[in-house]
């Protein structure tokens, strides 16, 4: 899967992260979905090593449950991060 394919799979996981972890995020949705991006490679990289599963099909439903998981981390380390940023 390309560059695109992780581009489009991330802002999919990303609004899809954003639904499953409602509430106030600093940066509103265009950053949300930047996470998602980030989230969606980060969640490959790390279901491809510690399960050894092919991430490189885009229809796969490890592809998308491993994008969509490693969005919601990076979405609530990012919200730790700058959440009293938020609220001041």
């Known amino acids: 899967m390309g560059i ?3 581009i489009v799979l991330g802002l999919i996981a990303g609004a899809i992260a954003k639904a ?3 509430g106030r995020d600093p940066g509103g949705i265009i950053i949300t979905m930047l996470l998602g991006i980030v989230g969606a490679i980060v ?4 279901g491809q090593a510690l399960f050894n599963t092919d991430i490189n099909t885009f229809f796969s439903l490890s592809t998308w449950l491993l ?3 490693g969005s919601l981390v990076v979405l609530g380390i990012y919200r730790l991060v700058t959440g009293n940023r938020a609220r001041a």
Not at 43 to 46: D, K, L
């Open 4 to 6: 695109l394919g992780w």
């Open 20 to 22: 499953i972890m409602p």
């Open 43 to 46: 969640g490959g990289f790390i």
């Open 67 to 69: 994008a969509i998981l």
